[in-house]
């Protein structure tokens, strides 16, 4: 059963343009939601988070919206640099339980240049 | 301040075999978490630990792994009688367990090749 899900495993994008990584979750109780970005060979790194009680967080070139009724979020990423070529993460959290993190299946992303 | 180090970074091993890998995770974070990722996989939820409560381990995959963490700090995964099927990367990762600092930090990982 995977509750937090990435069906894109990969997307590439030129230069400049908009990056757009999507994320479903399937359990109500998840409050807390992060992105984790990972390079080969090296442990993901946080991204940028966002707690249920908003639907925007934004970081620099870094937005995060988050969808509740439809359990949905999604990583903005404008202007995309060749730099964020990397795999992609969401993770979510429930907060009044074990701060057990699940992790979607990540998806790659390729900014051309 | 060091990050999550994790050792040995690869090991290769033969079927059967037992095996230990560390995480030694950043000072004063109370979470510890190892996950790991099979090639072409996202990240496996395996086993949680909370400051002196007793652990999560509801992700370990069978009886032939456990692990333990050593007065709240550093964590050892011990694989017994390792199989292909457990080749991956295996990533410690900590963080604190309230307040605003819930990001977690992950070490480089280990590389565990099982032949």
């Known amino acids: 059963d995977q509750q937090v899900k990435q069906n894109s495993p990969s997307l590439s994008v030129q230069e400049g343009r908009i990056s757009i990584l999507n994320c479903d979750y399937t359990?109500?109780?998840?409050?807390?939601f992060l992105w984790y970005k990972k390079y080969p060979a090296e442990g993901p790194t946080f991204l940028i988070s966002?707690?249920?009680?908003?639907d925007k967080n934004e970081d620099g070139r870094f937005t995060v919206f988050l969808n509740k009724s439809a359990k949905h979020l999604s990583l903005h990423i404008v202007p995309s640099q060749p730099g964020d070529s990397a795999v992609y993460f969401c993770a979510a959290i429930s907060t009044s339980g074990t701060y057990k993190y699940i992790f979607g299946t990540g998806t790659r992303l390729k900014v051309l240049a | 301040g060091a990050g999550v180090s994790q050792s040995p970074s690869n090991k290769v091993t033969e079927k059967g075999k037992d095996v230990e890998l560390r995480c030694d995770p950043i000072s004063g974070h109370t979470a510890l978490y190892w996950y790991r990722q099979s090639l072409g996989q996202g990240l496996e939820f395996l086993i949680y630990?909370?400051?002196?409560?007793?652990?999560?381990k509801s992700g370990l995959p069978s009886d032939r792994f456990s692990a333990e963490r050593t007065g709240g700090s550093v964590s050892t995964l011990t694989i017994q009688r390792t199989q292909q099927e457990d080749s991956a990367v295996y990533l410690c990762?900590?963080?604190?367990?309230?307040?605003?600092?819930?990001?977690?930090?992950f070490g480089p990982g280990t590389r565990l090749t099982v032949l």
């Open positions: 966002i707690s249920s009680i908003k």
């Open positions: 990762a900590s963080s604190f367990s309230s307040g605003s600092g819930r990001e977690q930090f």
């Open positions: 359990n109500s109780m998840f409050d807390y």
């Open positions: 630990f909370q400051g002196n409560s007793a652990p999560d």
